[in-house]
């Protein structure tokens, strides 16, 4: 089966909803494409507040935020396609998805936005060792299984990983009757936000570890205990600091990685630094007209910028499609430097006119102490 469309966005979080809207706002016949059975990507799950807060200024939980882009998305009569997976796309634009229903497609488009958000860093992944039983978790696994599922997985957790998403649930969890017997982080700071270090841990007595890590996993059909030791400077493990800490269940909060298996398919170079699509200020790639936005991108901190981004990415893949993209002078690279990992967009387009204000997502290298600066030369 064959499908037509100026403008495709794949993926239905909140950055794939916000290119849809502003894509379809723009006069561009928009299809969304979503490999799940609802639109809302994680927000669904994340049912504490914290999202809103830049757009809506409102303090609302993840649902009651994905609901207003939802809403919108609905009273715009987008097109979408709900489980149906993108097998792959094209540097010309073409996608190939399938789904249940309307078996194999091929989707013509003027342009396409990525928006696959990211998936969590798993135990293989930061190679952790030990015995191989039942109760090591990432911490979106467990958020789901609680707050969607009704399912408590275990009654004893330790925590690896300072993340929000791992202080979030430390909260959930000793609400719902567990026992969070603390978190522990191989950095020597805090990699969350302060507001959830002091909301999540510090108000529910939750202990904090820092330059600490798992040195192994303990246990044969369940996790019968772990054990912690001390990181030095070199992030490696200090012999004599072990530590063996009965419990049931080890929760990771390690990290996540931008998805894009669909991006290197098409050609579109990645950014070693951040996992994600190098992308101009217009969150166009290196091949004409497919644009991305959100954490396929880089990691963001919160879910109100992810959705501007998705926002920019979608005027832009609009303008692509109806051949009225701005013409530029050249571009200038972001060249990251001391104390910083990385810069999205990595290159900025020189307008021919003023283009007005650009947002730059920085991620740094090491804590600060003291307010830092930015200097761009």
Sequence with gaps: ????????????????????????????????????????????????????????????????????????????????LFDTMALDITPCRKIYATNSNEGFMEINTRAIVLAMGCRERTRSQIKIPGTRPAGVYTAGMVQRLVNIEGFMPGKEFVILGSGDIGMI????LTLEGARVIKVVELLPYLTGLRRNYVQCLLDFSIPLELSTTINSINGKNRVESVETVKTGPDLKPIPGTEETIPCDSLLLSVGLIPENELSKKAGIEIDPLTGGPFVDDNMATNIPGIFAAGNVVTIYDLADYVSMAGAKAGRSAAAFAANKSEDTAGFIKIIPGESVRSAVPQKINIPAKDAGGLTIEIRALREFSSPASVEIK
């Design 169 to 172: 649930m430390a909260r959930r």
């Design 1 to 80: 089966m064959k499908k037509n469309y100026d403008v495709a966005v794949i993926g239905a979080g909140p950055a794939g909803l916000s290119a849809a809207i502003e894509a379809e706002k723009a006069g561009a016949k928009t299809l969304l494409i979503e490999r799940g059975n609802e639109a809302g990507g994680i927000l669904p799950q994340c049912i504490h507040n914290g999202f809103g807060s830049v757009i809506f200024k409102k303090d609302l939980p993840g649902p009651a935020y994905a609901r207003e882009f939802i809403t919108r998305a609905r009273e715009m009569n987008i097109d979408t």
